[in-house]
């Protein structure tokens, strides 16, 4: 395998998991946010969508337009670029590849919030003006969904619905999978493997392998159910031992907050729970053993 052949098949293939990796997170912390409304939650979505879906754009390029005899500087020098549409261009004269209305729409969002909108906070005019990036994914969501926004107020906050995460997630696969097709054939055409990824089940295996929009639901289903099993189940040695541990007194009324600290495990809702469990941990006389058992428990290398 020559140079060129090993970098367009291990290198670019460990760019195009990372790719996945970056918008995998992004639609995790979109499913993550409740209400719309800060721009500290909704930039990196958008940050995140934008980077991967770049990355991933500029792998295809590569295999498309690559040869040996290129000049490197002057190849290389033409991927530093952060116009999504751009690139897509790019991808449409080496791949017959046809994006809907909706979908160039998006990828003109993420273009414009890359190249500009993520800069807004640091100029000084911000100061007198809504959050640009914020305000062009809702008015985004307004004239697709028909989501009411009141755009005169700077602090409108709409509700994080599964409708909207449905909404950008099937747009995002959408367009992943066509890169991802195309990949794949122009991997083929060089007798290459870059479309392998390390595991199906990884974040990139959900992106670019699963066959539905990427939302994360049976990802919160699978956790419910085996807290349901730990419940239920009188067969698990790791139950008995659990049973067998006196259990803090926290607040049978803040179960459903507990729950989602669980799913979702954002900051705000775990530092409460932290918060709380602390205090309790102030009364313990031996907190040090009880942090010696719990350290034991959630060790995956030790069977119990």
Known sequence: MTPEQFWQNFKLGQEQEIAANFIYDGLRILHDIDLLGQETEIFPVLYNLSIGLERLSKVLIILNEFEDD??????????????????????????????????????????????NNRYDRLTFSSLTTFSKDKKSFLDFLHKNLNININEESSISCVENSFEIKYFIGKIVKDIVDVLYDAIRESAHKKNLYTYEISSSSSKAGKV?????????????????????????????????????????????????????????????????????????????KNVDERLEIIDVIKNKDISI
């Open 70 to 115: 290129l000049d490197v500087t002057k190849f290389e020098k033409k991927l530093k670029t952060h116009e999504h549409l751009k690139l897509f261009d790019r991808v449409k004269k080496a791949t017959p590849t046809n994006f809907n209305d909706i979908q160039i729409e998006f990828l003109g969002l993420l273009s414009e919030f890359y190249n």
């Open 208 to 284: 670019l392998m699963g066959d539905r929009p990427i939302i994360f639901e049976d990802e919160d289903r699978a956790i419910v159910e085996a807290i349901i099993f730990f419940m239920k189940t009188k067969e698990s040695s790791l139950v008995k031992f659990l049973k067998e541990i006196d259990s803090l007194p926290l607040d049978p009324a803040l179960d459903s907050e507990y729950l989602q600290s669980i799913l979702r495990k954002r900051p705000q809702d775990i530092q409460s729970l932290i918060d709380e469990i602390e205090s309790y941990y102030d009364d313990i």
